[in-house]
Each structure stands twice: as C-alpha cells, then as structure tokens.
C-alpha cells in the first residue's frame, strides 16, 4: 500500500544520482540558498516601507514562507524526485500547467544568477580589484558550472563552508549591534516600535515590507529538486527544511533589529549596503571585511541556484517536458552536464544583454504563481490518493489553503509595473507549454517511444 506514494513508471530505473545528502548537508543546502545576497541590501529597503521596526515585515514573511514550505515538504517527500514543482503540477494538474510551473522556476532561476553574476562584478568586487563586469560574469558563471559538473557532494560541502561564512557575518552585525547600542549606548531601540510611514500606515507597512522580505526567505523551493540526491528525504527534509527556515528567520529578525537600532532609518533607507552602515557606525571593522563576506554570499547564492535550474531541466526533460538531451549526465560523475551547461549558457545570456534589474523585479512573482500551483497542488493530490498511506511528512489540512491564500494577498501588493514585465514571460510559458503538451500528445500515440526515450 505504502507503494501507492511512489510515482510513475520511469521512477525505480531512471535513478542516475547518488544519494550522498543526508539531514545535515541537506540543512546546510537551505540554509545556504536562504542566507543569500538578499539580506545584505534588503534590510534598507524594507526599512523604507516598514520604519524602524523591520521585524515586523520579516516575521510576517517568515510566517507566510512556512506555510508554502509545509506543502513543499508534503510533495517532496511523498514524491522525492528531481523536477520539483514542476513535477508535482505534472501530478495534479497535467503536463501543461506541469510545463508551465517549471518554466516559472527556470526562468526566476536562470534571470536569479545572470543577476548575481552581474551583482559579483560590481561594487563589493570593486574593494580588491576593477575588472569589467562581462568578464567576471563570464569567469564567474564558468566557474560555478565546473563545480555544479564536478558532483552535488563538492557542490553542497562548498556551500556549507559558504554558509558558516555568511551567518558569521550575520553574526558580526548583531553583535556590533549589541555592542554599540548596549556597551556604549548610542544609537535608539525605540526605532524597533516604530511601524508605518509617511506613506504606509503600519498594516500597509507590514505587508509591503513583506513583500520585499519574503524574497529574503525564498529559496527553500530549490532544495526538492535534489530529493533524489537525499538519504532517506522522507525523513531528512522536513528537518532540515524547518531547522533552516526557523535558523534564518531569527538571524534575520535580530539583524535587522540591530541595523534599525544602531543606525537611523533614513540612512538605512538611503544605503545600498545598509549592513555597512552598522560597521560604520562602530568603526572599529575594517569596511573591507563586508565587502569579502558579501562575495562569498552571492558566489554562494548563485552556485545553489544554477543546481536547482540544473536538476529542474533535468526533471521536466525526464517528464518529456523539455528537450531529451537534458537528460544526458557526466558517467562517472553522474551529473546532469547537459542541463547545467545549457542553464548556465542562458544565464551568462542575460548577464552580458539587456537589464538584469529589471527583469529580475518579476522573480518574486514569478515564484508567488508556483508557490500558488504547488499549495493547490497538495489539495488535489491528497483528494486523487485513496490509499491512506502515511509514510511521508504530512502538513495539518488548512496549511496549504492558507499558503495559496498568501500567494494571492502578497501578489496584491506587488508594482503594476513589475506585473506588466511578469505577464509578457507568463504569456511565453503558455505558449510553449501549449507546443510542448501538443508534441506529448504527438509522441504518446506512438508504441514504443516511451522506451526509446530512456535509451
């Protein structure tokens, strides 16, 4: 009976990668992609909408994320297979809206490191060497696709030294924090009760503000994608998926109140470093430091976002969603190298042309439309299974209605512009999900080409 929960046909004989993750790798893996670039320039931002009391907006975000995280932990342990979102729509909805969520994921993703690329040649860059940004981008993106090639093992103990690197320096502003505001009693901490703006009253504050913080916390999606890189992610994953979203959310909640506390929110606001504001205000760290820390973030950041689009195109070709040749894999490495340089080819595509900022404004609502599908998802999924087998993770029944409800509420407060640039890559993933279920029906009809695919 338990059977039941292991999905389709390709599933036992179509496992190419090594399951060398366990609970700690895999914590670390979340951990990693949560504590990215974002925090190091988001708390100012958020500053700006929210006031001086920016745990609000992240304690607010950080609520809404676990909710969506619930019903990722559902699917990805009751179906522990590459493809992830993607895969679960495929389940529950069809191969179209199956394509049309994997092409949301890539394309955030893929638009994600081109933008990351671009971020490592600027300014943090700028404080140890000038070089242009089309050649590091170049450099850069090459080097990470080596190391996503080489095997998810180097690649996540990568990310693990990575991590203690950037909670170390997470860690370094709340204790300045502490330092300036307690020892040598500057600064304010009434700061952190003050909610609202001029132009937001502090409901409007704590929903707009988190908005921009809950971009902060995205990033736990990425890790489903390598549920078949996990020993027993049934298991694994919804430990290490709740002790890295609680770990982010209090190493964020208290760096952003010692931001609030030891500087003022205008000039947070202003900033476009605002942790560096806190070691300014200290003086007694060399402003280089942060500039190295910030480094190791987005280097960070990127690597564990190009192995999510890596294994993402490798699912959705397994599913006869993209191109076969996506399916290739290192023989010794057992590595998808086809979709990892195809992914990294389209990322260093956009970092070298056209706006990267712009485009990269759509990526929260880009992944808000497949945070909604896959909370559907569990809905449909549970009511389809008649088996009552429960050897998977298991969310309460009103969590994945209240995730799709947050999907709707934050998408509300998103920019009219950011949603006219988001519309346009929706309508190009309709309209290739349209060609791509019109050839499945195609090749479906033919005997025999399920097994020619595999060969």
């Not at 707009?208 to 890189?229: H, K, M, Q, R």
Request: with cysteine; hydrophobic share 55%; proline share 4%.
């Amino acid at each position: 009976m338990t059977m039941q929960t292991e999905q389709p046909s390709s599933g036992a004989t179509e496992a190419p990668f090594k399951r060398v993750l366990g609970t700690r790798l895999l914590y670390f893996f979340i951990l990693g992609d949560v504590l990215g670039a974002g925090v190091y320039v988001l708390i100012g931002q958020v500053a700006a909408k929210a006031g001086g009391a920016v745990w609000v907006p992240l304690a607010v975000a950080l609520g809404l994320a676990l909710l969506t995280a619930a019903s990722y932990a559902e699917l990805a342990t009751k179906y522990p297979r590459a493809g992830g979102a993607s895969y679960y729509a495929t389940l529950a909805y069809g191969p179209f809206v199956g394509f049309f969520t994997g092409f949301c994921m890539l394309a955030a993703g893929i638009v994600s490191v081109a933008a990351l690329a671009r971020g490592f040649g600027g300014t943090y860059l700028t404080a140890f060497v000038h070089l242009p940004v089309a050649l590091v981008a170049v450099l850069f993106l090459a080097a990470l696709a080596l190391l996503n090639a080489r095997g998810i093992s180097e690649s996540t103990r990568a990310n693990v030294v990575a991590t203690v690197i950037e909670a170390s320096g997470l860690l370094l502003i709340i204790g300045l924090g502490v330092w300036l505001v307690v020892v040598r009693g500057e600064g304010d901490p009434g700061r952190l009760l003050e909610l609202g703006t001029r132009d937001h009253t502090p409901l409007s504050a704590a929903l707009s503000g988190a908005v921009l913080a809950y971009y902060s916390f995205v990033g736990f999606e990425t890790s489903v994608n390598v549920a078949e890189e996990t020993s027993n992610p049934r298991r694994a994953y919804p430990r290490a998926l709740s002790g890295a979203l609680g770990t982010a959310g209090f190493v964020y909640a208290a760096v952003g109140a010692a931001a609030s506390a030891a500087v003022p929110t205008d000039v947070l606001a202003r900033s476009d470093g605002p942790l560096l504001e806190v070691v300014r205000a200290v003086g007694s760290v060399p402003e280089w430091l942060f500039s190295a820390i910030a480094l190791v973030a987005v280097a960070n950041g990127a690597l564990l976002t190009g192995i999510m689009c890596s294994r993402l195109a490798f699912g959705m070709a397994r599913e006869r969603l993209l191109p076969a040749f996506l399916t290739r894999v290192l023989p010794r490495r057992r590595t998808p190298w086809a979709a990892i340089a195809t992914t990294t080819a389209l990322s260093l595509l956009l970092a070298l042309t056209g706006d990267i900022e712009a485009l990269a404004a759509t990526l929260v609502l880009l992944l808000l439309v497949v945070f909604f599908t896959v909370n559907t998802a569990v809905l449909v999924l549970r009511r389809r299974d008649s088996s009552g087998a429960l050897d998977h993770f298991r969310a309460p029944a009103a969590i994945p209605v209240l995730g799709a409800v947050s999907c709707v509420v934050l998408a509300t407060q998103i920019e009219s512009g950011v949603w006219l640039r988001g519309l346009v890559l929706l309508a190009a993933g309709v309209a290739l999900g349209l060609v791509s279920t019109a050839v499945s029906r195609r090749t479906a009809t033919t005997p025999g080409d399920a097994d020619a695919s595999a060969d």
